[in-house]
C-alpha cells in the first residue's frame, strides 16, 4: 500500500535494470500507475502457469514479493523453486521502528537465520542509521485509497482472493472504532501500569498478544487463533505458576477495533480463580511492561526482540527464527512459570548485530522513499540480484 515500490523499479530501470510488476487488484493497480505493470486477472488456480510462462517470457531472474504467507505468493515461492528461480521477501522490519526486512527464500517462519550462522558471526558493530519517524498518517492514507479502489475496480479483478477483510466499509468502522477505544483506554488504564508495577515488580507474566489474522500464526504456529493460544497460556498459569505472580495480557495496538478478548478472558479468569492476577490491557507502555516482567510469553511475535532488549527471558510457543538457545528460553511452559531461564546478553548483543548487516534495511514503506529505495538497491547489489 503505497507508492514505494513503484518509486523503487523506477529507480532500477534507471540504472538498466529490467524490473516487472504484477497486479492483482484495483489498489495495486492504482500504485502503479505509469509503469507498465502488468494485471493478474485470472483465478487462483491459473495463476501457478500464468507465473510460469511470465517468467519464462521475460527470463526473470528473481521475484520479490511483500508477506510471503500471502496465498498468491505462497505459489509464487513454490514456483520459484521449482524453476530455480530467485525469490525474496519483503516484511516491516525485524529491529523496529528503523527497518524493514529484506530476505532470500522467506521470512519470520522461512527465514534462514539460525543460531550457527549468529554463533559464527563475529563483527560486533552495529550499523548506523538514520531515524525514520512516524508513519502512521501516511499509511492511513495510503490503506485507505487502496482499499476504496480496489473496491471500486473489483469488477476487473473479481477472482481476486484477498488475505483478510477486503471491505473498505468494514474497514473504515474497524478503525472509527479502535480510535474510540483508544481514548476510552487513555482513561480507563490511567493509572495501572504504576499499580502494576509497584505490586508485581518482577512478579508478572507479560503474553503481548499479535494482529488475529496474523500470517505466523496460521502457517508458523501450533494454533489456529490467538483465543486458543490466550486459553492455553491461562490455563498452564493457573496449574504452574506461583501464586505470587500475575498474568498480563496486552492487546494488539493494531487489533484495538477488529476483535476484543475481554469475555474470553473474564471467563477463563472466573473458571480458574485468577481474580487480582490476571490483568487485560490494551494501551500501557510496552518498554515500561517489558522492563518489570519476569518473563514474557509469545507465539512468535517480533515483540520479542524488544524484549531482549530489557533483558527479559522469552518463552517462544511457535516458530520464530528468534528462538535460539540463550536467547529465549528452552524450557517447557510450566518449568518457565517457575523460574525463567535467563536471557545470555552478549549472544543477544551478537544476535542484534548480525540483524543488523544480514536482512534489515534501514528505511520504511511508508516515508522517506528516495532514501529506501536507495538503501534496497544497495541489499540487492550485495545479494547479487543486480
Not at 69 to 87: E, N, P
Request: include cysteine; proline fraction near 3%; charge should be neutral.
Amino acid at each position: 500500500m503505497g507508492p514505494f515500490f513503484k518509486q523503487l523499479i523506477l529507480a532500477l530501470r534507471e540504472q538498466g535494470v529490467v524490473a516487472h510488476k504484477i497486479n492483482f487488484n484495483g489498489g495495486d493497480s492504482w500504485y502503479s500507475r505509469g509503469i507498465g505493470a502488468v494485471n493478474f486477472t485470472g483465478s487462483v488456480e491459473q495463476w501457478p502457469d500464468f507465473l510460469r510462462t511470465y517468467i519464462r517470457d521475460h527470463k526473470i531472474n528473481t521475484v520479490c514479493v511483500y508477506g510471503d504467507c500471502r496465498l498468491y505468493h505462497r505459489i509464487a515461492r513454490q514456483v520459484t523453486s521449482a524453476m530455480d528461480v530467485g525469490f525474496y521477501a519483503f516484511e516491516e522490519g525485524y529491529i523496529r521502528p528503523n527497518h524493514l526486512t529484506f530476505e532470500r527464500d522467506g521470512v519470520n517462519g522461512y527465514s534462514g537465520i539460525s543460531a550457527e550462522r549468529i554463533a559464527c558471526w563475529q563483527d560486533k558493530d552495529v550499523e548506523p542509521e538514520l531515524a525514520i519517524g512516524g508513519h502512521l498518517w501516511n499509511r492511513v492514507r495510503y490503506c485507505s485509497a487502496y482499499y476504496n479502489v480496489a473496491a471500486i475496480c473489483h469488477w476487473r479483478f473479481r477472482h481476486y482472493q484477498h488475505h483478510r477483510s477486503f471491505s473498505p466499509v468494514y474497514e473504515a468502522a474497524c478503525w472509527l472504532l479502535a480510535g474510540a477505544r483508544h481514548y476510552l483506554y487513555k482513561l480507563t488504564e490511567r493509572g495501572k501500569l504504576k499499580q502494576l508495577v509497584r505490586d508485581f515488580d518482577q512478579r508478572y507474566f507479560l503474553l503481548p498478544l499479535q494482529v488475529f489474522n496474523d500470517a505466523q500464526i496460521r502457517f508458523h504456529s501450533p494454533y489456529e487463533s490467538v483465543a486458543q493460544c490466550i486459553e492455553e497460556v491461562i490455563t498452564s498459569f493457573s496449574e504452574h505458576a506461583d501464586p505470587q505472580d500475575c498474568l498480563v495480557i496486552k492487546h494488539h495496538p493494531m487489533d484495538r477495533g477488529h476483535i476484543h478478548y475481554g469475555d474470553l478472558i473474564r471467563q477463563l479468569e472466573r473458571r480458574y480463580g485468577l481474580a487480582g492476577r490476571l490483568l487485560y490491557c490494551h494501551d500501557l507502555h510496552l518498554p515500561t511492561l517489558l522492563t518489570h516482567a519476569k518473563g514474557v510469553i509469545t507465539i512468535n511475535s517480533t515483540t520479542a526482540i524488544s524484549a531482549f532488549y530489557h533483558e527479559a527471558s522469552v518463552k517462544v510457543l511457535g516458530d520464530a527464527f528468534y528462538n535460539i538457545p540463550g536467547i529465549c528460553s528452552q524450557q517447557s511452559l510450566q518449568e518457565f512459570w517457575q523460574k525463567p531461564a535467563e536471557i545470555d546478553y552478549d549472544l543477544f548483543l551478537r544476535f542484534r548485530n548480525y540483524l543488523s548487516h544480514n536482512g534489515q534495511i534501514n528505511g520504511s514503506f511508508y516515508r522517506r522513499h528516495a532514501f529506501t529505495v536507495e538503501r534496497v538497491i544497495e541489499a540487492m547489489r550485495e545479494n547479487g540480484i543486480l
